[in-house]
């Protein structure tokens, strides 16, 4: 039998999983986030807890989320992926590797302290020194997320906390993800989870960070300048509702006016679903992975910042290279 396992673990191959996890590599704040979780992880050597720092079990639970992976499959792909375990730091060959209730410990760790939302904001100050996400305008959207509908489960039921929406002319059984994003850049700013039958206008103003003064949403959001929650001095450019903009008169010039400023609207709407897009497409979520909405909201909260780095990538790393010292470059 050939030995080529260490052959093929060395490989210099750049596969997209590599070019993907080399880029993020260089974008995470690893130092800042493990800084924040640190002061809840258990004291290394304690009886019945795997050896496995901070970092690590991090650079693992993320690549779950950009990869789509649940606790066991995450085990599976360590042992099967040399680049996983690279990026995790378990490139030894003799090294051990995190089992799926170690990689379950952690995500315990983060939902029980609530340091998904905390990463979410340690991101977005990172983006915020950088001038990437500003304070200005604020989208408001809502996407929903499915969840399995079937009963032939361990209980023999759907979980209670989901619920069913109608969207057009077809019924979805999930939550909904209400987020508020930067007008200018599209980076995700605050985050909500709710049932899937929840009207987004309900969570219209709990989307604002407080500092914005306009704010765009689709025609789901009539009259959510006039909800008891409203915050004074915000005005909100909210669309026309799709009957009354197709019975506009292209032939009158005032409706052609309202009908270009509809449409100026809309293209700043925009922005909401590239976040979306990101985590729909790029990370695979389609689907809730637990059961309950504080679990699924926290791992949205984790999701969303993750997808901010990943839309401002190329900004980041050409900017930490601008910065790099003459020493480096002339090395």
């Not at 800042?32 to 720092?53: C, H, K, N, T």
């Not at 049932?195 to 407080?210: C, E, K, W």
């Not at 984790?302 to 002339?330: D, E, G, Y």
């Amino acid at each position: 039998m050939k030995q080529d396992s260490l052959a093929f673990s060395q490989t210099t191959r750049r596969t997209r999983k590599r070019e993907f996890l080399d880029s993020m590599e260089r974008v995470v704040p690893w130092a800042d986030l493990v800084s924040l979780i640190e002061p809840y992880a258990p004291e290394a050597g304690r009886r019945g807890q795997q050896p496995f720092g901070v970092e690590v079990l991090l650079r693992i639970h993320f690549m779950q989320q950009w990869f789509n992976l649940s606790d066991p499959a995450m085990e599976e792909a360590l042992h099967d992926v040399p680049v996983f375990r690279d990026f995790a730091g378990l490139s030894g060959w003799n090294e051990a590797l995190p089992s799926d209730s170690s990689i379950l410990r952690f995500r315990r760790l983060l939902e029980r302290h609530k340091l998904a939302e905390q990463i979410l904001v340690t991101v977005n100050d990172l983006l915020s020194r950088r001038g990437l996400l500003l304070k200005a305008g604020t989208v408001v959207d809502a996407t929903l997320i499915a969840a399995p509908s079937s009963t032939k489960n361990k209980d023999g039921s759907r979980d209670p906390e989901m619920h069913q929406s109608k969207k057009g002319n077809q019924w979805h059984f999930g939550m909904k993800s209400h987020i508020g994003v930067c007008a200018d850049s599209g980076l995700v700013h605050t985050v909500r989870g709710t049932a899937g039958n929840v009207n987004d206008v309900l969570q219209a103003n709990s989307l604002l960070h407080g500092q914005e003064e306009v704010v765009f949403g689709d025609a789901g959001y009539q009259g959510a300048d006039k909800r008891p929650d409203a915050r004074p001095g915000v005005t909100w450019r909210v669309a026309m509702r799709p009957g009354l903009r197709r019975a506009l008169d292209e032939s009158n010039p005032i409706d052609v006016m309202v009908k270009k400023v509809e449409k100026l609207k809309a293209s700043v709407r925009a922005k909401v679903e590239h976040p979306f897009r990101v985590i729909k497409r790029q990370f695979g979520h389609v689907k809730v992975r637990y059961r309950g909405l504080k679990k699924n909201t926290q791992q949205l909260h984790t999701l969303f910042a993750l997808s901010n780095l990943w839309m401002v990538r190329k900004v980041l790393v050409n900017s930490k290279a601008q910065v790099r010292p003459k020493s480096a470059l002339m090395a």
